[in-house]
C-alpha cells in the first residue's frame, strides 16, 4: 500500500483523522481475545441492576408478593366479617380507607383480595409461556407440515378475541360447576385465559426460532454433531427467549386486568372469592347508589400498581436485552 | 397480489370453520336445557318443548346442528333467537352501532396516539415525552371499566356534558364518550409504539443523510422519519379493530349501547347459541379481513415487502 499521507491534496480537501481516544477503536483494541464473552444473561443483569425503572418496579414487585403472602402483617381485621351496624362507617383507627355499604373493611378486603389476582396473573402466564413456547419453538424450528398445522391451530383460536372467548367458556363451566371455591375459581379463569392466550407467545416464539436457527453457531453445532433436539434446546431455545419473557412479563399484568373484566361482567372468580374484580364491581354499584368513592378508588388503585409493576419491568428487561435501545 | 389475496382469504376458511366450531362446542357442551329455562320455574308442556327444540335443531348431534348452522349462514339465514326474531336482523341492528363506535374509538386513538407519539418521539426524555409516557402507563394500567365508570360519572353525571348512558340514540355526540373509553388503551399503546419508533429512526442512517442533503427539518421528520415509523402502528392499528369490537362488551354494557357487544353477551349468559356463534363469526371475519387490509398497507408503506 502506497502511503497516502504526502500526496498532495487541493484545498478543502485536507483529511481530519480523529484522534483514538475519541473513537471506539481503544474499546476494541483492549479487548481480550483469549476471554470468553460475558454470556447474553449476565451481559443483561449487568444492565438491569443499572436501570432505574428495574429498580423501581422490583420495590413494587416486592410489595406485591409480600402482600401477597402476607396480607395479616398490614391489618387485623377480617376481610370476610361484614357486620352491617359499621356499614359506611367512615375512616377509623385500624380501618384506615373505612367500611362498605355491606360493612366490611375495605383496606383489609383489598389487600387480601391481591392473592386471586395474582394467583391468576402468574399461573395464566406460566402456562401459555409453556404452551406456547413449547408449539412456538417446534413449529419454528421443524417447519414444513408440522409448522402450518401449529399455525393454523393457533390461528382459530387467535382469530377469537381473547376476553369474548372466555365470557363464552366461562358461562358455560358455570353450568357444569356452580359453586367453586378459591383454587377452583382461579383454576377455571386460568384455563380459560390460557386456552385463547397461548397463540400470542407461540407466534412470537416461532418467529424468533426462525431467526435464531439460522445463525452460525446452530450450523455449528449442527457440523459437530449434535443431534436435532439437543441442537433445539440447547442452542437455538436459550438464544429465541428473549422476546418471550418479555412479553410474558407484560402480558402477566394483562391477564390480572382480564380477570378483574370477567369479575366484573360476572363471569370470572366466583363471588364469594375476594378479589379485586370482584370488589371494583360491587364497589361500582354502590358508588351508583351514592356511597363515597373511596371504596372503589383503593382496589383499583391496587389493581392499577401491580399491572404498572409488570409493565414498568417488561420495559426494563426489554430495553436491557435490546442491543439496538442500548446504544442511546 | 390477486394471487396473494386469494391465497390468504383459502386460508382464512379453516380459521372460521374452526372457531364457529370452537365456539358452537362450548355454547353446546352446557348441561341443562336452554328452552326448559326460558319457562321458568312453572315448566312449559312437554309437546312444545320437543317443537321447540325442534324448531332450533336442539334435538340434532352437535356435529349436525352445526352444519345445519353454515348451512344457513352459507345463504344468509343465521336462524332465530329464542324471542323468535331472526339473528340476522338482530346483527343488522347492532353492528352499525358497534362499527361507528369502533371506527370513532380508532380514529380518537390513531390521530391522537401517533401526533403524541411523533411529538413525545421528537423530543424524547423531555418533559412532555415524560408526561406522555406516565399518562399512558396510568391508562393502561387502570381498568377500563373503572376508567369508563369513573368518566361516564364525572363528564355523564356530574358536569352532565355528555349522556351518561347511549340507549336507543346511537349519535356522533353520544358515542364520543364511549368511544375515548373503548380507545383510550389502544391509545397509549399507539403512543409508545409510535413514539419508540420515531425515536429510533431519529438516529437511522437515512434520515441523517437526508438532513445532510440539506432537507428541511419537517421535510425530513414528515417524509423519513414518519413513514418508516409508521409501520409498527398501522399493524397495531389494523389488529386492533378486532379487539375493539371485542373490548366493546364492556364499554357497550357501562353505556347501555345497543351493540353487538351487549347482544352478544345477554345471548351468551342466555345460552342462545345461534346468536353467540353468529356474533363471534362476525369478529373472526371482521379480524380476518383487517389483517389483510395491514398486510395491504405494508406493502405500501415499505416498498421493499413484495408479495407474489
Known amino acids: 500500500m502506497p502511503d497516502r499521507s504526502d500526496r498532495p491534496h487541493l484545498p478543502g480537501q485536507e483529511r481530519f483523522v480523529a484522534p483514538l481516544e475519541e473513537t471506539r477503536l481503544a474499546a476494541v483494541d483492549s479487548l481480550d481475545l483469549e476471554e470468553a464473552p460475558e454470556s447474553q444473561w449476565r451481559e443483561t443483569w449487568k444492565l438491569l441492576r443499572r436501570s432505574p425503572l428495574f429498580i423501581v418496579s422490583m420495590i413494587l414487585l416486592a410489595g406485591v408478593v409480600v402482600i401477597v403472602i402476607a396480607p395479616g402483617l398490614f391489618t387485623n381485621s377480617d376481610p370476610r366479617l361484614c357486620v352491617t351496624g359499621r356499614s359506611l362507617d367512615g375512616p377509623s383507627s385500624g380501618h384506615p380507607f373505612g367500611f362498605d355499604r355491606q360493612g366490611c373493611d375495605v383496606w383489609s378486603r383489598t389487600l387480601y383480595g391481591a392473592r386471586a389476582s395474582v394467583a391468576v396473573g402468574v399461573l395464566t402466564t406460566a402456562l401459555v409461556a409453556l404452551v406456547g413456547g413449547f408449539t412456538g419453538a417446534v413449529a419454528g424450528y421443524a417447519e414444513g407440515w408440522v409448522d402450518s398445522l401449529l399455525s393454523r391451530i393457533s390461528d382459530i383460536f387467535f382469530a377469537i378475541p381473547l376476553v369474548l372467548a372466555a365470557i363464552v367458556m366461562l358461562s358455560a363451566i358455570n353450568n357444569i360447576w356452580p359453586d367453586r371455591e378459591f383454587w377452583g375459581g382461579v383454576t377455571v379463569v386460568v384455563l380459560a385465559l390460557a386456552l385463547f392466550g397461548w397463540p400470542q407467545v407461540m407466534r412470537i416464539m416461532r418467529g424468533s426460532v426462525l431467526e435464531v436457527k439460522n445463525l452460525e453457531f446452530v450450523d455449528a453445532a449442527r457440523a459437530i454433531g449434535a443431534s436435532s433436539m439437543t441442537n433445539l434446546a440447547r442452542h437455538v431455545v436459550p438464544n429465541a427467549l428473549a422476546p418471550v419473557i418479555v412479553t410474558a412479563t407484560v402480558s402477566l399484568g394483562i391477564f390480572i386486568v382480564a380477570e378483574a373484566t370477567l369479575s366484573f361482567l360476572g363471569l370470572g372468580l366466583p363471588p364469594t372469592v375476594i378479589s379485586w374484580g370482584n370488589d371494583i364491581s360491587n364497589a361500582q354499584s354502590q358508588v351508583r347508589a351514592g356511597t363515597d368513592l373511596r371504596v372503589l378508588f383503593v382496589p383499583s388503585t391496587f389493581l392499577a400498581l401491580t399491572v404498572l409493576t409488570f409493565i414498568l419491568l417488561g420495559d426494563a428487561i426489554r430495553d436491557a436485552l435490546d442491543p439496538k435501545a442500548r446504544e442511546r | ?308
Do not use: C
Not at chain 2, 308442556?45 to 334435538?59: H, K, S, T
Not at chain 2, 373503572?146 to 353520544?174: E, H, R
Not at chain 2, 438532513?211 to 428541511?216: H, I, Q
Open chain 2, 1 to 308: 397480489m390477486f394471487w396473494y389475496i386469494a391465497r390468504r382469504l383459502l386460508q382464512a376458511i379453516p380459521v372460521v370453520l374452526g372457531s364457529t366450531l370452537l365456539i358452537y362446542a362450548m355454547v353446546f357442551l352446557q348441561p341443562g336445557d336452554p328452552i326448559r329455562a326460558l319457562f321458568g320455574e312453572r315448566g312449559a308442556p312437554d309437546a312444545v318443548v320437543e317443537q321447540l327444540r325442534n324448531q332450533y335443531n336442539l334435538d340434532q348431534p352437535f356435529l349436525i346442528q352445526w352444519l345445519l348452522f353454515l348451512k344457513g349462514a352459507i345463504v344468509g339465514d343465521l336462524g332465530q333467537s329464542f324471542s323468535g326474531r331472526p339473528v340476522a336482523d338482530m346483527i343488522g341492528e347492532a353492528f352499525p352501532v358497534t362499527v361507528q363506535l369502533a371506527m370513532m374509538a380508532l380514529v380518537f386513538e390513531a390521530v391522537l396516539g401517533v401526533i403524541a407519539g411523533t411529538v413525545a418521539g421528537l423530543r424524547k426524555g423531555k418533559l412532555f415525552d415524560s408526561s406522555m409516557l406516565v399518562t399512558s402507563l396510568v391508562v393502561i394500567a387502570v381498568p377500563i371499566f373503572v376508567f369508563g365508570f369513573l368518566l361516564q360519572l364525572v363528564f355523564g353525571v356530574k358536569l352532565d356534558w355528555f349522556p351518561a348512558t347511549v340507549g336507543g340514540n346511537a349519535s356522533f355526540y353520544n358515542l364520543l364518550l364511549p368511544a375515548i373509553v373503548l380507545g383510550s388503551v389502544s391509545f397509549a399503546y399507539v403512543l409508545r409504539l409510535t413514539r419508540t419508533s420515531v425515536a429510533r429512526n431519529m438516529s437511522a442512517d437515512h434520515v441523517r443523510t437526508a438532513r445532510a442533503k440539506g432537507l428541511t427539518e419537517g421535510l425530513v421528520v414528515r417524509r423519513h422519519v414518519l413513514r418508516n415509523s409508521l409501520i409498527p402502528t398501522v399493524t397495531f392499528l389494523g389488529a386492533d379493530l378486532g379487539a375493539l369490537m371485542a373490548g366493546a362488551i364492556v364499554t357497550e354494557g357501562i353505556f347501555n349501547i345497543p351493540g353487538i357487544g351487549n347482544l352478544v353477551f345477554r345471548a351468551i349468559v342466555l345460552g342462545e347459541s345461534p346468536t353467540v356463534v353468529s356474533v363471534v363469526t362476525v369478529m373472526v371475519l371482521v379480524y380476518v379481513v383487517t389483517s389483510l387490509i395491514v398486510d395491504i398497507l405494508y406493502a405500501w408503506l415499505d416498498p421493499r415487502i413484495r408479495y407474489a
